[in-house]
């Protein structure tokens, strides 16, 4: 069962702690996203990835990290240096950055408690 | 960079209505428009797409409709139904340094009444 999994469905984090968000595929994609999604609102990029060990910012990098030490796998983290982190997060990956499509996976919502 | 504006914010039909969303952008290298489907609490999915090539699209009761002039896209659901119902994101990709980058528009939240 091919596909992009994320976990976990719901999180939640107390001020001042780091929390790292999972993505994984097995569709064979170069190229990963993070995207933050905020309620009503568009999608907005974080960190994407052409290629295991490479990454590169997107418009909102500021207070989070990312690694890709394998292809599969991209996980985010959240820092306490991120101002507003309560959001739904969204994970996507494609063949390659580039007109590729680019498939989801089912999201983390995290609550900053 | 890229911007694109997504128009209406909600949109409420009758079921079997037909129901339009409409999509600008601002880079005219753009060459990549999908649509997206996202459900209440789930990722977002792809339900069609278009490339700079081609004028219009149609996948059954979907279809979508690019004008490179103008730089608008729409996208057009006919015989709409209940489980229509949902937030749709158009998007636009453009090259940048690293490769095209999908840009998102705000979101069309569609209400099927029965």
């Known amino acids: 069962d091919g596909g992009i999994t994320q976990s976990p469905k719901y999180l939640f984090r107390k001020e001042g702690q780091n929390v790292t968000l999972s993505c994984e595929q097995n569709?064979?994609?170069?190229?990963m996203y993070w995207y933050r999604q905020d309620p009503g609102q568009g999608l907005r990029l974080i960190y994407y990835?052409?290629?295991?060990?490479?990454?590169q910012k997107g418009d909102i990098a500021e207070g989070y990290s990312v690694s890709r030490e394998k292809k599969e796998s991209f996980p985010l983290t959240v820092t306490s240096a991120q101002k507003n982190p309560t959001a739904f997060y969204l994970c996507?990956?494609?063949?390659?950055?580039?007109?590729?499509?680019?498939?989801f996976g089912p999201g983390t919502r995290l609550t900053v408690l | 960079g890229e911007n694109v504006e997504q128009h209406p914010s909600t949109l409420s039909v009758q079921e079997g209505d037909s129901a339009v969303i409409k999509c600008t952008y601002s880079?005219?290298?753009?060459?990549?428009f999908p649509w997206y489907k996202q459900e209440l609490g789930k990722g977002p999915q792809l339900i069609i797409d278009?490339?700079?090539?081609?004028g219009e699209k149609k996948d059954q009761r979907i279809a979508v409709t690019l004008n490179k002039t103008a730089k608008h896209f729409s996208l057009h659901i006919t015989e709409t139904q209940p489980e229509d119902s949902a937030v749709y994101f158009c998007?636009?990709?453009?090259?940048?340094?690293?490769?095209?980058?999908?840009?998102f528009g705000g979101g069309t939240r569609l209400m099927v009444k029965p």
């Open positions: 278009i490339r700079s090539n081609v």
């Open positions: 569709l064979n994609h170069d190229a």
């Open positions: 998007a636009a990709s453009a090259p940048n340094n690293a490769g095209n980058m999908l840009t």
């Open positions: 990835s052409q290629i295991v060990n490479d990454f």
């Open positions: 880079d005219s290298a753009s060459n990549y």
């Open positions: 996507a990956s494609s063949f390659r950055v580039s007109t590729d499509t680019q498939y």
